[in-house]
Each structure stands twice: as structure tokens, then as C-alpha cells.
């Protein structure tokens, strides 16, 4: 895929966003949700981003902790393995984020570092991500008995998936079952390479590390949505700063589990009626505090991505050839 097939993609991706925030401000009174947008305290903004880059710096963090401990970094200098992350960013919008597999392929043009042994860092990352999002979540569960059932069916799907895969002797016996089918042969060895590389990650020394790095990171993100809050008139107390964390993570959650493009309208509703329910605001107010919180998380993070893309090309020419499609990766 050329850049500019991908500019029209991110363009597509770009134009549901909108869809989704007029949609929202149009069941919510526009015209009421402008008026609670113009009456937010701006001065907040700097902040809320801040945070919000704070939590993108812990991530690359974590992505490069996983390269170095799977011994993949080489000729990969601290600004590569940042652009390289960054530029992953362009593919948040894509189901599942599973597009973030781009930046095993870009670092594939690095060091050769085949993609289905790096492939599983993009996985890990995700599931260190819901791990974070569920134990975040946990902690405001009090507030909204009814999301407990799906609360602890995750926690108990995450759990036993780690369990499964740390049992070695079942999943070599499930490869050497799939490598007797039809196009086995060919399949099999890849799914052991994604697997050993799974099986590396899911150390608890590396899991457990991981996923206090992604609890610090998306609570940064979960405290911007509490200023978000504040700019909008509401008092700032503890119990709103509990309420913000409850419901950014449960929003991010159940539209990562939707596997839509960045959860475009899952999160943004439920972000709203949970507003509306728990912390008492208004339908309009609601809708401007997700369209703000949304624009300066999954939007910014898309046009810091675009940015890094452009810069990783530029830095290394000889890889403008490259086909810039998550496809490419398969």
C-alpha cells in the first residue's frame, strides 16, 4: 500500500470518527453540546495531554523492554524503537488495533527480525493493556454492580488463556496436531515461532512488570479524563476521580472487546451513559466530556503516529518502497 493509500484509509477511519461524534451530539442536542464545549476550562487542556503523552512515553517503555528482553533490538537505537512505536499508533484505529502488527513488519526492514517472532510483542501489549483496563476498572467495580458478570468473565477468559499457553506440553501437542493437517507443514512452523516468542513474554517476571508499566500509563489516562471532568464543571473529589477511572477503563475495554476500529462508537456510548448514570451529568455535558477525552487520546495518538511514520521513512530513504499495509505483515 502506497502512503496515499493509506492517507484514504486513515481519512475513512477519520470520517466514522466524525460520524460517530455527530451521531452522538445530535441524539444529545447539538447546540447543547456545543455550549458545554465553549464553557470548558481550556486552560486544563496542556495538562490533559501531558497525561496523555505520559502514558504514550510508558508504552514505548514497555515496547522497548519487550525488544531488548527478546534480544530484538539490535540496530534498533532508542529513536527507531520510538518511531517505530509511534508509528504504530497510525494502525490504533483498526480492529482490535490488531494493524499495530505494522510496526513488526517496519521492524523487519531494520534487522530482519522475522514478524512472526515479533508479532507476539504487539499481542502482548494488548493483553497487558486489558489486564491493566480490567484491574482499573476493578477498582470502581462498587460503583456499577451490573458490569461485574462481564468483569469477571474477562478476568476468568484472561486467566485461563495465560494458564493454557504456560502449559507447554498441551500446546506442543496442539502444533503437532495442526502440522499433519492439510498445509500444516507449511503452518505449523510459524505458529511455533509466535508461540515460543508468547510462551518468552508470559514470564512472570516479564508480565508482571509489564503490566504495572500499562496500570501507571492508562491511569495517567484516566486521571486526564478526571480534568476533562473538572473542566467541565464538575467538583473535583476522590469519588470522581474513582468514577473517571471506572468509566475510561470499562469504555476502553468493552470497545477493545468489540474489535470495531478503535472501539469508534462502543466506547464513545458507553463512556456517555456511564457519565450519565454515575456521576449525575447531563446527556449533552456527557457527550462533550467523551468527544473531548477522545480527541485527546485515540485522535491525538493517531496524528502523533502519522508524524512518526513520515519521520521513520524519511530517516531510513531506502525504505520507501516499503508496503505500507498491516497486510503486509501476514
Known sequence: MSFKKLQSRLLISLGLGLVVVLILALLSDAQAVG???????????????????????????KWDFYLRSMRMNDGVPPLDSGLLFTAGMVMSVTPGKIGEVFKSY??????????TASAPIVLM???????????????????????RPLFFVLV??????????????LCEQILTRI????????????????????????????LLLTTIISVVSWG?????????????????????????????AAS?????????PGGLGTSEVTSAGLLVTLVGMDVAAATAATILIRFATLWFGVGLGIIALAWFV?????????????????
Open 125 to 147: 501489549e494488548r493483553l497487558t493493556d486489558g489486564i491493566a483496563m480490567l484491574l482499573l476498572m476493578g477498582a470502581g467495580l462498587t460503583l456499577y454492580p451490573p458490569a
Open 179 to 206: 502440522a499433519v493437517l492439510p498445509l500444516g507443514s507449511r503452518l505449523a512452523p510459524r505458529l511455533t515461532t509466535i508461540y515460543e516468542s508468547i510462551h518468552q513474554l508470559l514470564g512472570w517476571r516479564i
Open 252 to 260: 476502553t475495554l468493552f470497545g477493545l472487546v468489540s474489535l470495531l
Open 314 to 330: 524519511r530517516r531510513h530513504r531506502h525504505l520507501r518502497g516499503i508496503d505500507l499495509s498491516a497486510d503486509a505483515a501476514a
Open 220 to 248: 495517567c489516562e484516566c486521571v486526564a479524563f478526571y480534568f476533562v471532568l473538572v473542566g467541565l464543571g464538575v467538583e473535583g473529589t476522590w469519588l470522581l476521580l474513582l468514577q473517571a477511572t471506572f468509566i475510561f
Open 106 to 115: 517496519l521492524l523487519k526492514q531494520l534487522n530482519n527480525t522475522p514478524i
Open 35 to 61: 455550549s458545554s464545549l465553549q464553557q470548558f476550562q481550556w486552560h486544563l487542556l496542556p495538562l490533559i495531554v501531558g497525561l496523555t503523552i505520559i502514558n504514550y512515553v510508558l508504552r514505548w517503555l
Open 156 to 169: 476468568g477468559i484472561t486467566v485461563t488463556g495465560i494458564l493454557l499457553v504456560q502449559y507447554r506440553w
